[in-house]
Structure formats: structure tokens, C-alpha cells
């Protein structure tokens, strides 16, 4: 093993050591997680659930939330938890998403909506329904939301193009000069040494 | 009598700026060279007194003079002095008066520095700082006075200053920012120069290189800081949370940096001059464009100030630059054609184009995604909110492209690289990248792609950044016969540019290191009862105590709150690793306000963050949040290695060798 093979088999041991430990553990579960960071905080719209926590009615939706991803599925204790929850959201009208619905809707609704094992989109347009479409953190992926998921990577497939005939166009003309045989640079300096020869030829 | 003088000192250097540019244009015009001492004389003077205008704001705020709204609306009695100082860019009149007082620093730094250099570009360089000097002595003079005095007979006592904003990063972060935002007035100012007077060589670009260096290198802190106070403030555990303000300061960061990259190649090979003529002049506008998003309240943030009328100016004067700045570059479309051409798509100069794209076209994610919530409803009528994981899900493949092109440019030749030459350099670090990340995968079961993906860069452009010292370093000891160690350093001191980018590049890749870690970070809400004893993974929590304290009990540090503190022992893997006390602090000049006061425990590898929500005094039952957050350390040792890597470039000892020579 050479030099460099040794400073870049240092490197990846180094890595390895860096990342060791980071992957493990037990703690809320990646799908609560993302239900957090999808759904914004009632409280004041101010970011979403992942980051805001220190007001009742966000902790009781995270318990909402919890309960409906939770693998011991209680339709019941669900049922009490929303009740709970949406029974003085008055009191957390600061605003931004107040519960839209009278509490006793709420509660049908989750009657008739909610089951064991919803996915992802089906517990976010649960909340979408009770609150409104301004509990999302982000737009959906239809209508006018479609457009702002699509717009980057438009500017970045365009840009890419937009580059790359650039730098062809770039390329294109040094060969024409190329074959004519000198570079700028190279042209000036000759340009120099015929006007100095032809000074000394007094032309 | 200190607001008297701080507001007839505004109003005398509003005079004397209006003066300046007359005398400025006049000089233009006439080419009369008294015209232009007068000038720099009434700017010098003009910021001079803004200056102390600012001073009589900070004498104001510290003796705590109640008869001015501002020092009545941002600090109160009880406020610590530290923090009574950071009022001045606590509230809006405040900080537009800061935003001056700092470009005036700028001005005058200028007007001094270039005395008796490029007497072509100057007259234009002043006017144009002239212009953007005008404008916020307008906003300060005319609609956001800091003077303003309460109506006679009112009695007032401070509202005290936020609770969020008291703390250390606060005081540092907002004077880097400005320094980072403004600093790029400077840059903008030359190009403008060039491009009126038509001096459209590598010239301008030269004399603001260094300058546009320390612009950008401040700017970064003052972001790195920003993360830095959100994670240890506002108690949520992450320190980017792609708030529109957040995104206000990335902007023109973004654009800097393509800039930053692309002046290489004009200096170089005297190529791209219309693209830095637009790079510079779109990062100052995105500047101008950060102050207004701050400031309109066209976008709801918590880091934004109060919404006013300021707006409708501040939108103005960014049609304003944007109409000239188009307008120029259609006039000098010809002189702005670059003389050399590129030999090859598969070449540096290819490469710093590509890396410019991809920095453009985050930037205008980022502006699309801060300004989509205000087209949504202008179109739909119906106001769409874009937070964090928007962001996270567009910007994430972004960041991972250029962490790429990070380690893929240095290995690329000026001109053209040959296939042999392509193999050789990318082989073995490429290999290297993707076994190690095989590796790391396998050994710890971990399934994630991009994290996956972001470890193999990372050791891609590590091992290709290992290479480059390493054959420098070689080749030096073959040339000169030096020791390895004097080789490396005295490599560093001839091509300072060139490592020192290096260096900052390290900085980088330590940087993506801990975004990476983000991936891996854990969370727990917990509900515990005095003696409890909880484990989450390999740490045990030991609730121990809770107690009360007040202005009463602990008059020397808890004057304008009082707080619930709550006692934890936390051991990890058996042992004690520390003791924590997380507290909840209400603020009594600040009608009582709620403030989390996080307990964090840093290591290399990950970080013990618990966030109290609240604790029951009655019966001592505690909610806490306790996060374990992965490599948040690297992005604050990245931000380190990046700034050693910038003053590498800048060279501060050759500069001053210059200056006395």
C-alpha cells in the first residue's frame, strides 16, 4: 500500500469512527417525527410541531398524534384524547389554526375516519380536516402545490442546459481559432514580435 | 440632551450626504478634482456624525432614558447593561441607525483606503455609496426616527428587551450580519464604477477581492452564530429551521459565495465578466431584499421585525437597483464579452460554472420557497405555508451535489483534463468513498440513502483534499529538500489562495459531517416525578430536585425574571456525565413572558439537550424534552476550520506588508 492509499484508508477509518454510535437508539419513532415535522404548531403557526411544544393544546395533539401511530391502536382512548383536546381549544385561540370544527363534529369524524394502521397522508388530512389546510408545512403535491415542488428542480434541469450550451458555445469558437493556429494570448505575443520585427526592418 | 445631539446629528449628515453626491456629480461632470475632495470631505463628515448619532442611541439606552420611545420600548431599568447595548438593534429605528452607523464605518474605510488609488473608478465608487447612505438616512430622519420622544407628562418605565434575544450570541450575531450584509455594499460599489467607467478588467475584482472575503467570511459566522443562538435559545433542538428571516441571510450568502468562486476566473483567465457583474449586483440586492423581508412584514417570522410602512420604500429602492443594474448591463453587453474561451467541458473552469449554477439555483429555491406563501394567495387567495421539511426535501439532493462538485473541482485541470488524468485522480478517492459508506451501512444497519450518500462524499472530498496537500507537499520536498512539516507550511504561504480554499473547503465538508448527523438525531417527551429514574438508550436520567428561584433569592442574576430549576444527574453508560439543571424563566418586565432555558451537554459525537416545559411546584412533576442531537459539534468546529481557511486566503500579513510599503 503506497502513500496516499495509507492517508485515504486513515481517512474512511476516521469516517467510520465519526458516524459510529449515530444510528442507534430508541426514542420517538421516525414516523412521529415526521408527523411533527409536517403538521405546524396550533399554537401560533410560528414553525411546526417538531419545534414548538410548550403549550397544552400542541402537546395534546402530539398525544392525538402518538395514539393514532401507535401499534396498540385504541379507538376509544383516541376518541377521549380528541375530545380533550378540542373541547377548549378556544382557550388556545391565539390566531392561526384554531380548531374550524365544533367539537362534536371533531368527534363523528374521528368516529368514522380514523382506523388501525393509517398511513401517513391519511393521518395529515385527518388533521388538515379539523384544523384547515394551513396546519400543512408544506404544500401538497396537487393544484398550485404542485408547482412549488416542481419549480426547483425546473430551475436546476434548466440551469443545467442553460450551463452546459454555455460552455459548449464557449468551446466551439477556440477550435475555429485554434485551426487558424494560435490562442489569444499566444496571437498577441506573436501580433508583438512582428510589429517589432518589422520595426527594426524600419517598415 | 444626548437625544438632541444624536437627532441633530442625523438630520446635519442627511445635509451633508445630499451635498456629497451633488459635489460627487459635479466632479463627474467638470472632472474637477476639488469637486471630489469636498465630496469625500462632507461623506467622511456625514458618517462621522452618524456615527454619533449612534453613540447618543447607546449613551441613551444605558442610562436608561425612558423619554425616548425606543429606549422605553426595548430595555427597562432592570435589563442588564450588556443587553441594554444590544437595544440598539433590538427594535427597527435601532437597527436602521446601525445599519447606517456600519456602512458609514465602511464608507469612511474606503474614502481613506483608496486616497490616492484608482482615481478612475473612485468618483463613481463614492456616489454609489452615496446613494445606498442616502436612503437609510432618509428611512432614519424621516420614518423610523430612534429619537422620538414620548409626549410630554407621559411617565414610562422600559418594556425590557425580549427574553429571546437576551443572550451572548445576540450580542455578536447581529453586528456580523450587518458587517456580512452591508460589507458587500463595498464590491458592489467598484462594479458599479466598472461598469459606468467602462473598466472592465480583472482590476475592480482585485482591489475587492480581499475586501469581499472578509464580507463573506463575516456573514457566514453571523448565519453559524444565528444557528448557534436558535439552538440554544429557543429550545426546540435543531439550529436551522428555514424561518423566512433564516432564509433572508442565505440569500445573499449563496450568491456571495458563487461570486467568491467565480472571480477566480476572471482573475485568471479573464472570463466571465458579465456573470460576476451579475453575481455581485444580485448578491447586494439580495441584501437589500433581506433588510426588506425583515422589515415589510410581507412574510410572518418570529425573527422579523414589526411590520410598517417601510416596505413600500424598501421595495422601491430594490426596483430601483435592479432597473439600473439591468439597464447597465444591456449598455456594456459588449464590454462585458470575455476575451478567452474554454477548451473543455471536462475542465476547472467547467467546474467553478457548474458550482456557480447549483448556487444560483439554491438560491432561488430558497427564494421560492420563502416567497411562495405570498404567491400562493396572490394567485389562489389562499396563503400556503411552506416550513422547514419543503426546504429540507429541495435542498438536501442540492447541498449533496455540490458537497460533489466540492471534491470534483480541485481534481479537474485548468483547461482541459485528460481521461488518463480523470482516472487517476478520481479512482482511488471515489473507491474510497463508496466502501466506506458500504462499510458504515453494513456495520451499524444504517438504510438511510442520503445520509448514506453524504458519507461517501464526504470522504470522497476529504481524500481528494488529502491528495492535493499531499503532492504539494511531495513535490515541494523533491524541489527544495525541505522536512515534511516546513514543505506543508511553506507550500500554504506561496499559494495562499489556493489552500487556504482548501482549508475552507475541510471546513465544509466538517459542516455536512454534522448536517448529516441530523438524520440520526433522537427524541423523547417525558413526564418524571422528583427521585424518578428513566434510561433512554445507553444514558440514565436521575430527576434529583426542583426549586424556585427570584430577584429575591438571587438578586445578582435573576433582576428582571424569576425561574422554576429543576435538577438532573445524568449518567451515561453507567458513569456520571454530568448534571444538568434546566430551567423555565418567566420574564416580569416582559408581562411575564415564558423563556425555556435549555441544559446542554456537548461531546465530539453527540449532544444531551433537555428543554423543561414545565415543573409542577406543588408536587414537583416535571415535562422535559431531552433530545440526543448527532454531530451537532462538527458544524460549530467546520465554522472554525472554515474561518482559518479564509484568513489563510486573505493573507491580513501580506496586506499589511503592502500598506507600509
Redesign the interface.
Known amino acids: 500500500m503506497n502513500?496516499?492509499?495509507s492517508?485515504?484508508?486513515l481517512?474512511?477509518v476516521l469516517?467510520?469512527t465519526?458516524?459510529?454510535?449515530?444510528?442507534?437508539?430508541?426514542?420517538?419513532t421516525d414516523r412521529q417525527?415526521e408527523l411533527e415535522?409536517?403538521l405546524?404548531a396550533p399554537c401560533c403557526?410560528?414553525?411546526?410541531m417538531?419545534?414548538?411544544?410548550?403549550n397544552q393544546h400542541t402537546?395534546n395533539m402530539?398525544m392525538v398524534m402518538n395514539a393514532l401511530t401507535s401499534d396498540n391502536f385504541d379507538k376509544n382512548e383516541i376518541l377521549s384524547l380528541v375530545e380533550r383536546t378540542y373541547s377548549n381549544s378556544g382557550i388556545y385561540r391565539l390566531g392561526f389554526s384554531p380548531a374550524q370544527k365544533p367539537v362534536r363534529e371533531i368527534i363523528k369524524y374521528t368516529e368514522k375516519t380514523v382506523h388501525p394502521g393509517m398511513t401517513m397522508d391519511e393521518i395529515v388530512d385527518y388533521f388538515s380536516w379539523v384544523h384547515d389546510?394551513?396546519i400543512?408545512?408544506?404544500?401538497k403535491h396537487s393544484g398550485?402545490?404542485q408547482l412549488?415542488?416542481k419549480?426547483?428542480a425546473f430551475?436546476?434541469i434548466m440551469?443545467?442546459i442553460?450551463?452546459?450550451l454555455?460552455?459548449?458555445s464557449?468551446?466551439k469558437?477556440?477550435i475555429v481559432?485554434q485551426s487558424v493556429g494560435a490562442?489569444?494570448?499566444e496571437k498577441s505575443e506573436l501580433e508583438k514580435r512582428i510589429e517589432k520585427e518589422m520595426k527594426d526592418l524600419n517598415i | 440632551m444626548y437625544a438632541l445631539l444624536g437627532n441633530s446629528l442625523l438630520t446635519i449628515s442627511f445635509i451633508f450626504t445630499i451635498y456629497g453626491l451633488i459635489a460627487t456629480l459635479l466632479n463627474i461632470r467638470n472632472k474637477d478634482d476639488r469637486f471630489l475632495r469636498s465630496a469625500k470631505v462632507a461623506f467622511i463628515s456625514s458618517s462621522v456624525m452618524i456615527l454619533g448619532s449612534a453613540l447618543a442611541l447607546i449613551h441613551e439606552l444605558m442610562v436608561s432614558n425612558f423619554d425616548i420611545e425606543y429606549v422605553a420600548k426595548y430595555t427597562s431599568a432592570e435589563t442588564p447593561a450588556m443587553f441594554k447595548f444590544s437595544g440598539l438593534w433590538a427594535g427597527m429605528e435601532g437597527s436602521l441607525l446601525f445599519w447606517l452607523s456600519i456602512l458609514s464605518l465602511y464608507f469612511i474605510f474606503v474614502i481613506l483606503q483608496n486616497r490616492t488609488r484608482h482615481p478612475k473608478l473612485m468618483p463613481w465608487v463614492i456616489f454609489t455609496l452615496g446613494v445606498i447612505q442616502i436612503f437609510f438616512l432618509v428611512m432614519s430622519n424621516f420614518f423610523e426616527n430612534p429619537f422620538t420622544l414620548i409626549p410630554d407628562g407621559m411617565i414610562v418605565t422600559g418594556r425590557g428587551l425580549n427574553p429571546l434575544l437576551q443572550h451572548w450570541a445576540m450580542l455578536i450575531h447581529p453586528p456580523l450580519l450587518y458587517l456580512g450584509f452591508i460589507g458587500f455594499a463595498v464590491p458592489f460599489a467598484f462594479a458599479m464604477s466598472a461598469i459606468i467607467t467602462r473598466n472592465l478588467d480583472a482590476v475592480w475584482i482585485q482591489t475587492t477581492r480581499r475586501w469581499t472575503l472578509v464580507t463573506w467570511i463575516l456573514l457566514t459566522l453571523a448565519v453559524v452564530l444565528g444557528g448557534k443562538w436558535a439552538y440554544v435559545e429557543l429550545g426546540w433542538g435543531g439550529y436551522w429551521a428555514w424561518d423566512p428571516v433564516e432564509n433572508a441571510s442565505l440569500l445573499p450568502w449563496l450568491t456571495g459565495t458563487a461570486y467568491l468562486h467565480s472571480v477566480l476566473i476572471q482573475e485568471k483567465k479573464n472570463m466571465l465578466r458579465l456573470w460576476n457583474m451579475i453575481l455581485i449586483m444580485l448578491t447586494f440586492t439580495l441584501t437589500i431584499f433581506g433588510t426588506y423581508l425583515t422589515r415589510s412584514g410581507v412574510v410572518s417570522s418570529v425573527h422579523a421585525f414589526a411590520a410598517t410602512d417601510l416596505g413600500v420604500w424598501f421595495f422601491g429602492f430594490i426596483i430601483l437597483i435592479i432597473s439600473v443594474n439591468i439597464f447597465l448591463l444591456i449598455l456594456r453587453r459588449k464590454d462585458l464579452k470575455s476575451d478567452n474561451r474554454l477548451e473543455s467541458f471536462v475542465s476547472r473552469e467547467s467546474g467553478f460554472l457548474f458550482n456557480n449554477m447549483l448556487f444560483v439555483a439554491m438560491m432561488l429555491a430558497v427564494l421560492w420557497g420563502t416567497m411562495y406563501p405570498i404567491f400562493s394567495e396572490a394567485v389562489s387567495g389562499y396563503k400556503i405555508t411552506v416550513g422547514s421539511p419543503y426546504f429540507n426535501r429541495i435542498m438536501v439532493p442540492l447541498g449533496l451535489i455540490l458537497l460533489a462538485l466540492t471534491g470534483i473541482g480541485p481534481l479537474l485541470a485548468w483547461r482541459k483534463t485528460s481521461p488518463r488524468s480523470l482516472r487517476r485522480n478520481f479512482l482511488w478517492p471515489v473507491v474510497t468513498g463508496l466502501v466506506t459508506a458500504a462499510l458504515w451501512g453494513v456495520l451499524y444497519d444504517v438504510k438511510l440513502i442520503y445520509p448514506l450518500l453524504s458519507a461517501a462524499l464526504i470522504v470522497f472530498v476529504m481524500a481528494t483534499i488529502s491528495m492535493e496537500f499531499y503532492r504539494g507537499v511531495k513535490a515541494r520536498k523533491r524541489i527544495t529538500g525541505e522536512n515534511v512539516f516546513k514543505a506543508f507550511f511553506s507550500m500554504i504561504d506561496k499559494n495562499r489562495s489556493r489552500y487556504g480554499g482548501y482549508v475552507v473547503h475541510v471546513g465544509i465538508v466538517m459542516m455536512f459531517a454534522g448536517f448529516t448527523g441530523k438524520a440520526f438525531d433522537k427524541e423523547a417527551d417525558l413526564s418524571m416525578m422528583p427521585g424518578e429514574v428513566r434510561t433512554l438508550r445507553n444514558y440514565e436520567i436521575v430527576y434529583q430536585d426542583y426549586w424556585f428561584e427570584s430577584s429575591e433569592t438571587n438578586p445578582g442574576t435573576r433582576s428582571n425574571h424569576v425561574a422554576k430549576v429543576i435538577s438532573l444527574d445524568i449518567n451515561k453508560d453507567g458513569s456520571h456525565f454530568d448534571d444538568m439543571k434546566p430551567e423555565k424563566r418567566f420574564y416580569t418586565d416582559q408581562d411575564n413572558q415564558p423563556h425555556s432555558n435549555v441544559a446542554v451537554k456537548t461531546t465530539l459525537n453527540e449532544d444531551f439537550y433537555v428543554v423543561l416545559g414545565d415543573v409542577d411546584l406543588d408536587t414537583g412533576r416535571a415535562t422535559l424534552k431531552v433530545r440526543i442531537n448527532s454531530m451537532v459539534t462538527w458544524v460549530w468546529l467546520g465554522t472554525l476550520v472554515l474561518l482559518l481557511g479564509t484568513l489563510i486566503s486573505i493573507n491580513i500579513e501580506e496586506f499589511f506588508r503592502r500598506k507600509t510599503r
Not at chain 1, 417538531?50 to 410548550?54: G, I, K, P, Q, R
Not at chain 1, 400543512?136 to 404544500?139: E, G, H, K, N, V
Open positions: 502513500n496516499r492509499q492517508i485515504i484508508s481517512i474512511a469516517m467510520i465519526l458516524f459510529t454510535g449515530t444510528a442507534m437508539g430508541q426514542f420517538k417525527k415535522n409536517i405546524m403557526g410560528g414553525g411546526t417538531a419545534e414548538h411544544d410548550d402537546l402530539k389546510g394551513k400543512r408545512s408544506m404544500p398550485i402545490g412549488a415542488w419549480m426547483p430551475l436546476l440551469g443545467t442553460l450551463i452546459s454555455v460552455i459548449q464557449y468551446i469558437k477556440p481559432m490562442s489569444a494570448a
